[in-house]
């Protein structure tokens, strides 16, 4: 069955970019939506954006301006950037498939990658 | 304050059936678009539990149940067992954010 893996540095300073990247496996990323999710220690669930496997995005609005997500198909990856970090973007980031309309469910999900910003 | 509203806790004996609540707006739920659940155990990423307001993926037990009304939805858990305790979370989209949104989560307490 399909496997989502992600991966990127667990340390980012203040004002500095967070890159992280999504390895699929069991299955093509093409024909579908990919996800990223985080959620802050104790707290809930904050969806960031999505990527169509042709490259088309959505992205939360209150993120957007520092939100830019790509997919390769010849590694089956997706990828992270956001930029600027700020302490409050200390999480738990979580890539997951999405099935066509927005409003759709995610499933399967990856482990998850710890993201802490601090100098 | 999480656009989907959830109760933080619920609790229930085992055997016993509780449900927990999501409540939205017209803009999420009320609006039309389906409500999804999850089972967040400690540690651990989120499952999928219910999609489409009703339905269960292959392996989730029939104890999971989901409905939706008006601006709310809900998920049932009937036969309580020690496994289930651990946070749900509901999820939607709104139409006025944009956005895919959470519920809180909401902690189940097997007494």
């Known amino acids: 069955q399909v496997q989502l893996q992600e991966s990127g540095p667990g340390l980012v300073k203040p004002s500095e970019t967070l890159s992280l990247t999504c390895t699929v496996s069991g299955g093509s990323i093409s024909g579908y939506y990919w996800t990223w999710i985080r959620q802050p220690a104790g707290k809930g669930l904050e969806w960031i954006g999505r990527?169509?496997?042709?490259?088309?995005?959505n992205y939360n609005p209150s993120l957007k301006s520092r939100v830019t997500m790509s997919a390769d198909t010849s590694k089956n990856q997706f990828s992270l950037k956001l930029t600027s970090v700020t302490a409050a973007d200390t999480a738990m980031y979580y890539c997951?498939?999405?099935?066509?309309?927005?409003?759709?469910?995610?499933?399967?999900w990856g482990q998850g990658t710890l993201v802490t910003v601090s100098s | 304050q999480s656009v989907l509203t959830q109760p933080p806790s619920v609790s229930g004996a085992p055997g016993q059936r509780v449900t927990i609540s999501c409540t939205g707006s017209s803009s999420n739920i009320g609006a039309g678009y389906d409500v999804h659940w999850y089972q967040q155990l400690p540690g651990t990423a989120p499952q999928l539990l219910i999609f489409g307001n009703t339905n269960r993926p292959s392996g989730v037990p029939d104890r999971f149940s989901g409905s939706k009304s008006g601006t709310s939805a809900s998920l049932a858990i009937t036969g309580l067992q020690a496994e289930d305790e651990t946070t749900y979370y509901c999820q939607s989209y709104d139409s006025s954010l944009s956005a895919v949104v959470f519920g809180g989560g909401t902690k189940l307490t097997v007494l």
């Open positions: 990527i169509y496997s042709s490259g088309s995005t």
């Open positions: 997951a498939r999405g099935f066509g309309g927005i409003s759709r469910e995610f499933d399967p």
